[in-house]
T-cell receptor, first 114, second 110 residues
Framework: KAGVTQTPRYLIKTRGQQVTLSCSPI?????VSWYQQTPGQGLQFLFE???????NKGNFPGRFSGRQFSNSRSEMNVSTLELGDSALYLC?????????????FGPGTRLTVL | SQQGEEDPQALSIQEGENATMNCSYK?????LQWYRQNSGRGLVHLIL?????REKHSGRLRVTLDTSKKSSSLLITASRAADTASYFC??????????FGGGTRLMVKP
């Protein structure tokens, strides 16, 4: 069974631009969560989608948005990029939305904002 | 903000020794999970312990949970060079939202 895939793996953008990251969950998984990892703030929850609906949202500005498609693939978008948005963005998928279910993480997309 | 704090932040041991990492958290939880991350890559799930469990084993891993002290520990026995990685605890109290600690960087010297 293929794991969680994220594209692209690396991305370089300049301030003010926008970016879209993609995550394909494990086949059959309906929940996709996104996390941002930076040296200063560590791993922080962005949002979770389940059956195309956003279920939880972390404490990030409205420039960060996401969506989930009917095939459970998810995208996250960051508009008006700032230098501080440089980070490793990780997505995780799980079978369902229950809290006792293991989550599987993708390799991440490393975003650099210049 | 981070729910948990991990201790120590960095740990260096020799191959064959045991490694113990501790995690403290602030609010009530449904479960606590431990993850491993190699050099800025994705996270690998190691073990999940539910709030009503006190101890759990998986191979060379042993996790304890003390909800009265809001703390957990991860013990890796007979460590190997391949165990070199960062280890994170993550708490879950709703849905699939995980709140991570700052992590422990483990180096196992051959």
């Amino acid at each position: 069974k293929a794991g969680v895939t994220q594209t692209p793996r690396y991305l370089i953008k300049t301030r003010g631009q926008q970016v879209t990251l993609s995550c394909s969950p494990i086949s059959g998984h309906r929940s996709v969560s996104w996390y941002q990892q930076t040296p200063g703030q560590g791993l922080q929850f962005l949002f979770e989608y389940f059956s195309e609906t956003q279920r939880n949202k972390g404490n990030f500005p409205g420039r960060f948005s996401g969506r989930q498609f009917s095939n459970s693939r998810s995208e996250m978008n960051v508009s008006t990029l700032e230098l501080g948005d440089s980070a490793l963005y990780l997505c995780a998928s799980s079978l369902a939305g229950a809290s006792l279910i293991e989550q599987f993480f993708g390799p991440g997309t490393r975003l650099t904002v210049l | 903000s981070q729910q948990g704090e991990e201790d120590p932040q960095a740990l260096s041991i020799q191959e064959g020794e045991n490694a113990t990492m501790n995690c403290s958290y602030k609010t009530s939880i449904n479960n606590l999970q431990w993850y491993r991350q190699n050099s800025g890559r994705g996270l690998v799930h190691l073990i999940l312990i539910r709030s009503n469990e006190r101890e759990k084993h998986s191979g060379r891993l042993r996790v304890t949970l003390d909800t009265s002290k809001k703390s957990s520990s991860l013990l890796i026995t007979a460590s190997r060079a391949a165990d070199t990685a960062s280890y994170f605890c993550a708490t879950n109290n709703a849905g699939n939202m995980l709140t991570f600690g700052g992590g422990t960087r483990l180096m196992v010297k051959p």
